[in-house]
């Protein structure tokens, strides 16, 4: 259930890693939920002995930690064993990685497995006794103390996932955490930024307005029928089965739809890939306000000694602060997670620096060569 503790959390998981192609560093943080509902995946040699192949995740529970954890657990199994992962089709593996993932929650043994990561015994007492009934209140009407419910009907995770092969990056998203691809250039790659899957998403609306055959965004449509039909604003994630049991349309079309977006990055464009979940970047563009990949361009240097997961920690001390100090402390209750990649061929900016220098050599030297041209000139008069 989503109570707040009285108290941020600021103890951070974090750790840093490299292999011959990329180096990455990640950072948690529980923040003021009661309980730590965000999961990654940092498997930087998905094969044995295959360096050339990683992968990388986060999934950010929704109403609890069961889904996302479970997700963590067997991602990378689910994905290797994919005939169309063995055979090179990375993209379709990921497609129906999501999808088998998903219908396993139907499954008694996975349902087992969820309960093991169940939250309905984490509540503690605390020394404020209306707390504590409020509390005790909310966990009698919980569902997760109920014999043979499938926590996986009410609980989900948002996913983002991260393939990195031998020559290409594949994003593949469900739900509104965020990557972010930074070129050699270190210049955002803005039209590779994958979207958001909420209700306040345009091409999500038009899928929804579609299924539902109205238009979910007018005013004047019933508010009951609004609430009742999108009780939440994510429109795409693993779990939260009762609203993907429409047996009328396809899985994609689910008010809750599994299918991911992915995207595709040739590897030798990509200087880093910043990775959040939905805390930690700014949707509102308000420049008052931190951002993850803002804060990272400006603070992380690749020539230092400064290591990548102590710059993540460095920001979410800071956002830490920016709740405190806002209006967002009584209603913020989320976790913060971040993994961020950077890819080792720093050839290529140095190749881009040198060839640079030889168009602006070529420019002087095409300048200078004008000049004693024109000198000529004017001596032989």
Same mark, same amino acid.
């Given at each position: 259930?989503?109570?707040?503790?009285?108290?941020?959390?600021?103890?951070?998981?974090?750790?840093?890693?490299?292999?011959?192609?990329?180096?990455?560093?990640?950072?948690?943080?529980?923040?003021?939920?009661? *309980?730590?509902?965000? *999961?990654?995946?940092?498997?930087?040699?998905?094969?044995?002995?295959?360096?050339?192949?990683?992968?990388?995740?986060?999934?950010?529970?929704?109403?609890?930690?069961?889904?996302?954890?479970?997700?963590?657990?067997?991602?990378?199994?689910?994905?290797?064993?994919?005939?169309?992962?063995?055979?090179?089709?990375?993209?379709?593996?990921?497609?129906?990685?999501?999808?088998?993932?998903?219908? *396993?929650?139907?499954?008694?043994?996975?349902?087992?497995?969820?309960?093991?990561?169940?939250?309905?015994?984490?509540?503690?007492?605390?020394?404020?006794?209306?707390?504590?009934?409020?509390?005790?209140?909310?966990?009698?009407?919980?569902?997760?103390?109920?014999?043979?419910?499938?926590?996986?009907?009410?609980?989900?995770?948002?996913?983002?996932?991260?393939?990195?092969?031998?020559?290409?990056?594949?994003?593949?998203?469900?739900?509104?955490?965020?990557?972010?691809?930074?070129?050699?250039?270190?210049?955002?790659?803005?039209?590779?930024?994958?979207?958001?899957?909420?209700?306040?998403?345009?091409?999500?609306?038009?899928?929804?307005?579609?299924?539902?055959?109205?238009?979910?965004?007018?005013?004047?449509?019933?508010?009951?029928?609004?609430?009742?039909?999108?009780?939440?604003?994510?429109?795409?994630?693993?779990?939260?089965?009762?609203?993907?049991?429409?047996?009328?349309?396809?899985?994609?079309?689910?008010?809750?739809?599994?299918?991911?977006?992915?995207?595709?990055?040739?590897?030798?464009?990509?200087?880093?890939?910043?990775?959040?979940?939905?805390?930690?970047?700014?949707?509102?563009?308000?420049?008052?306000?931190?951002?993850?990949?803002?804060?990272?361009?400006?603070?992380?240097?690749?020539?230092?000694?400064?290591?990548?997961?102590?710059?993540?920690?460095?920001?979410?001390?800071?956002?830490?602060?920016?709740?405190?100090?806002?209006?967002?402390?009584?209603?913020?209750?989320?976790?913060?997670?971040?993994?961020?990649?950077?890819?080792?061929?720093?050839?290529?900016?140095?190749?881009?620096?040198?060839?640079?220098?030889?168009?602006?050599?070529?420019?002087?030297?095409?300048?200078?060569?004008?000049?004693?041209?024109?000198?000529?000139?004017?001596?032989?008069?």
């Amino acid at each position: 259930m989503n109570i707040k503790l009285e108290n941020l959390l600021t103890s951070k998981e974090s750790f840093e890693d490299e292999n011959d192609i990329i180096k990455y560093g990640h950072n948690i943080i529980q923040s003021n939920k009661n *309980s730590p509902e965000v *999961s990654i995946i940092k498997e930087i040699n998905l094969i044995n002995q295959n360096s050339n192949i990683s992968l990388f995740g986060i999934f950010d529970g929704i109403n609890g930690p069961e889904v996302s954890k479970y997700l963590s657990q067997h991602f990378c199994q689910f994905l290797t064993e994919n005939i169309n992962f063995i055979n090179g089709n990375y993209k379709r593996s990921l497609e129906e990685t999501f999808i088998n993932l998903d219908e *396993s929650f139907r499954s008694l043994e996975v349902q087992l497995e969820l309960s093991k990561y169940s939250t309905k015994k984490e509540q503690e007492k605390n020394t404020n006794k209306i707390q504590d009934y409020f509390n005790d209140f909310l966990e009698f009407f919980n569902p997760r103390n109920l014999e043979g419910v499938n926590i996986a009907e009410f609980c989900g995770s948002n996913g983002i996932v991260i393939l990195i092969t031998e020559k290409k990056v594949f994003i593949a998203n469900a739900g509104n955490s965020k990557c972010i691809p930074v070129n050699i250039k270190n210049e955002i790659i803005k039209d590779k930024i994958n979207i958001e899957h909420t209700l306040n998403n345009e091409y999500e609306l038009k899928r929804l307005n579609q299924i539902f055959g109205y238009d979910i965004s007018d005013s004047n449509n019933n508010k009951d029928k609004l609430i009742n039909d999108f009780p939440l604003n994510i429109t795409r994630g693993f779990g939260y089965l009762q609203y993907k049991d429409n047996k009328l349309i396809n899985i994609e079309d689910q008010y809750i739809s599994i299918k991911p977006d992915i995207i595709e990055i040739p590897i030798e464009e990509l200087n880093y890939l910043i990775i959040g979940n939905y805390g930690c970047f700014n949707i509102n563009n308000d420049q008052n306000l931190l951002s993850l990949e803002k804060y990272f361009l400006e603070k992380y240097n690749k020539n230092s000694d400064q290591k990548i997961n102590k710059v993540i920690e460095e920001f979410f001390d800071e956002k830490i602060k920016e709740i405190e100090n806002s209006h967002q402390k009584d209603s913020n209750i989320n976790n913060f997670a971040s993994i961020i990649i950077e890819f080792k061929h720093e050839n290529n900016i140095n190749n881009i620096n040198l060839e640079e220098n030889k168009e602006e050599l070529k420019n002087k030297l095409f300048s200078s060569n004008e000049k004693n041209i024109s000198e000529d000139e004017d001596d032989n008069l």
